[in-house]
């Protein structure tokens, strides 16, 4: 089975000549599975690619937002995936009933959602999920629910280099799917030494962050998965 793995480069690199090679250089990571890349918005428009992944959008079409992208702009732009509510903005104030107008406005876009979905340290992570899960999908209906891709993430793995065994996301990912039978991507601190063990665990694919930023150690992860 194809995995998908995501590259998200947040708010990086520093750099548009940076950008370029980087994306030059991770396109073709793999022939075998989906490589999404995920750059910041500004690159949008610029690299030409099937799988392009925004961080997030807006959840009007049109309007007087200023700063905010919507999900039709980026549906025009030939933008693929989103990525909505991603801890880094749900720390923003980026609450659930945001988030779930968001995958509304996604969808009827035309574009398919990955959303984030985690427990803080100390948190109950069952507990955290299954609220998540229920706000931010509340109403969506279930022929656009199967379009959604949901990346489980717990927070205090992310950037931080404090692995999630794969035994524990196993049954976060157990769970979830009882919830909500879509592919399951694992996300939080993956780098090209444990990428595999996520996948084997049953995940669908990997949200990779830092470790997308070296051209060399995501094409390992992409390449093996
Ligand atoms: P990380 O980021 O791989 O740097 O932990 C993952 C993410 O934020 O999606």
């Known amino acids: 089975m194809k995995k998908i793995i995501i590259a998200n480069w947040k708010s990086n690199p520093k750099t548009s000549?940076?950008?370029k090679k980087l994306f030059?250089?991770?396109?073709?990571?793999?022939?075998?599975?989906?490589?999404?890349?995920?750059?910041?918005?500004?690159y949008l428009s610029v690299f030409k690619y099937k799988f392009l992944c925004a961080q997030d959008?807006?959840?009007k079409q049109s309007g007087a937002y200023t700063g905010e992208v919507s999900p039709k702009r980026l549906k025009d732009l030939g933008v693929k995936y989103v990525i909505i509510g991603h801890s880094e903005r749900r720390v923003l104030g980026e609450t659930d009933e945001i988030i779930n107008k968001k995958l509304k406005a996604a969808l009827k876009a035309g574009l398919k959602p990955i959303l984030c979905i985690g427990e803080k340290k100390s948190q109950d992570?069952?507990?955290?999920?299954?609220?998540?899960?229920?706000?931010?999908?509340?109403?969506?209906?279930?022929?656009?629910?199967?379009?959604?891709?949901?990346?489980y993430e717990p927070v205090w793995?992310?950037?931080?280099?404090?692995f999630c065994s794969a035994v524990k996301a196993g049954k976060i990912r157990k769970f979830?799917?009882?919830k909500i039978n879509n592919k399951v991507l694992y996300g939080g601190s993956v780098n090209s030494k444990i990428a595999k063990?996520?996948?084997?665990?049953?995940?669908?694919?990997?949200?990779?962050?830092?470790a997308s930023l070296n051209a060399k150690e995501f094409r390992k992860i992409a390449k093996n998965a």
């Open 17 to 19: 000549a940076q950008a």
């Open 24 to 42: 030059n250089a991770v396109k073709s990571a793999s022939r075998r599975n989906k490589v999404v890349i995920c750059p910041p918005f500004s």
């Open 57 to 59: 959008c807006h959840w």
């Open 125 to 151: 992570a069952k507990k955290i999920v299954n609220n998540q899960l229920k706000k931010d999908l509340k109403g969506i209906i279930k022929k656009d629910l199967k379009k959604i891709i949901v990346a």
């Open 157 to 162: 793995a992310i950037g931080t280099g404090n």
């Open 176 to 178: 979830i799917k009882e």
């Open 197 to 210: 063990d996520y996948l084997k665990a049953g995940f669908d694919g990997l949200l990779v962050g830092g």
